[in-house]
């Protein structure tokens, strides 16, 4: 069968062949539809993030996946049930204390692999195995936009931990701005629309462009970073109860802290390189504890994450999901895929139709 690796000491992907596999005892084999790409396999394929499986010469890319249960080898899945896989699987000297209580999404990195990211194989392939305890069926209407419940799910999870992180009195937050317009930040905006009153979005990008189109018919704000650093937001627009960090920018991470209102919260979810630069600790901690605000990092997502997850996509409308993916490819095209320019918002790679 046919799927997108990187291969050791590359730097762009390539079409590999592989044997189909075969699913051991609890494991279905799934017929892959559409696996998405993000800023993770941007950073994977620049060897910025994650890693190849240690005993292998490559990695076959993909995290962001939707596919069909082509043989369910006597679990309780049914042949033709639409899935979702989730990303984190144990390491190879099995599953460690956060697998066993449910919940991978916690794991420290060295407690865990990530499928496509870090240590196991992507879905990027015409076909692949998976235990049933890590797919969640979803309903047949998202078939075509199904690999999107895996981004979904990182800000369903990230959202529950900043709300979390506020549910000690009565919080009423009606401002929220999401730092970074590309896909991940594209549709956690669309997500906090009906949670906010007001909402934002930050980039950095000259008009005419999709995103800036996108965050506008969602009734947002643009913010223009080249114009408002993210600690001016206060002044020029307004304090956020929530900043939503998707950008992978180290400094949005301190900076979020003076955009917030007081008792506001921050929810960082970029991936950023080392990058040495100077913060003023003390008016940094002085502002954290004097206005109550947190800072709340989060990353992957469970299962939960993933069935709220397929409820809010099943609720976003066809124009956004028609604006934001900005390309389907069959996999004889895969490479465009993976181009990233100022038209690419979000793109999948097609393996079969159904
Ligand atoms: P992406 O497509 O690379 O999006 C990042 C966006 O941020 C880009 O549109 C970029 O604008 C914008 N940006 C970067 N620096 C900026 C600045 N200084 N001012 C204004 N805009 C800026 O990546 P993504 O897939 O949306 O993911 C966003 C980040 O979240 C990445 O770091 C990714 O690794 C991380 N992530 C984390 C998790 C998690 O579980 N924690 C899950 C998914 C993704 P331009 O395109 O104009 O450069
Ligand atoms: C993936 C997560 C993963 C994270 C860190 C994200 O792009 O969506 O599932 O945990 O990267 O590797
Ligand atoms: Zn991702």
Redesign the pocket.
């Known amino acids: 069968m046919e799927a997108v690796a990187l291969r050791r000491g590359e730097t762009a992907p390539e079409l590999i062949e592989k044997p189909r596999p075969d699913p051991d005892p609890g494991e279905v084999l799934v017929r892959t539809l559409r696996v998405g790409v993000?800023?993770?396999d941007?950073?994977v394929i620049a060897g910025r993030?994650g890693e190849l499986p240690a005993d292998d010469d490559h990695l076959v890319l993909g995290h962001e996946a939707v596919g069909v249960v082509a043989d369910p080898n006597g679990t309780d899945l049914r042949e033709g049930d639409l899935v979702v896989p989730t990303v984190r699987r144990p390491p190879a000297d099995g599953p460690t204390e956060w697998f066993e209580r449910g919940q991978p999404d916690m794991a420290p990195p060295d407690e865990t692999v990530e499928r496509g990211i870090s240590g196991a194989h992507g879905f990027m392939s015409e076909y692949f195995t998976s235990p049933t305890e890590y797919l969640v069926t979803i309903p047949d209407s998202l078939a075509k936009w199904g690999f999107l419940v895996e981004?979904v799910s990182?800000s369903e999870k990230?959202l529950e931990l900043a709300e979390a992180s506020r549910s000690a009195f009565d919080w009423r937050p009606e401002s929220a701005i999401v730092?970074?317009?590309?896909?991940?930040?594209l549709l956690t905006l669309a997500m906090l629309d009906d949670r906010f009153e007001r909402t934002y979005c930050?980039?950095?990008?000259d008009r005419p462009d999709p995103?800036i189109d996108v965050i506008e018919d969602l009734g947002a704000t643009y913010v223009d970073?080249r114009q408002t650093p993210v600690s001016e937001i206060p002044d020029v627009h307004e304090p956020m109860d929530l900043v939503y960090e998707?950008?992978?920018?180290a400094k949005?991470a301190f900076e979020s802290v003076g955009a917030l209102a007081p008792n506001g919260v921050a929810a960082l979810?970029?991936?950023?390189d080392s990058w040495t630069f100077e913060v003023d600790g003390g008016d940094l901690h002085r502002e954290l504890v004097m206005t109550n605000k947190a800072l709340v990092g989060?990353?992957?997502?469970g299962r939960r994450h993933f069935e709220a997850a397929t409820e809010t996509l099943s609720d976003m409308p066809a124009w956004l999901l028609d604006d934001l993916v900005t390309g389907s490819y069959d996999v004889s095209e895969f490479e465009q895929a993976f181009e990233d320019d100022?038209t690419t918002i979000k793109t999948a790679v097609k393996f079969h139709t159904q």
Not at 246 to 249: C, E, I, K, N
């Open positions: 993000d800023g993770t941007h950073e993030h981004p990182i990230a730092l970074g317009n590309g896909s991940l930040g930050l980039g950095r990008r995103t970073s998707a950008t992978g920018y949005h979810l970029g991936v950023p989060s990353v992957n997502s100022e």
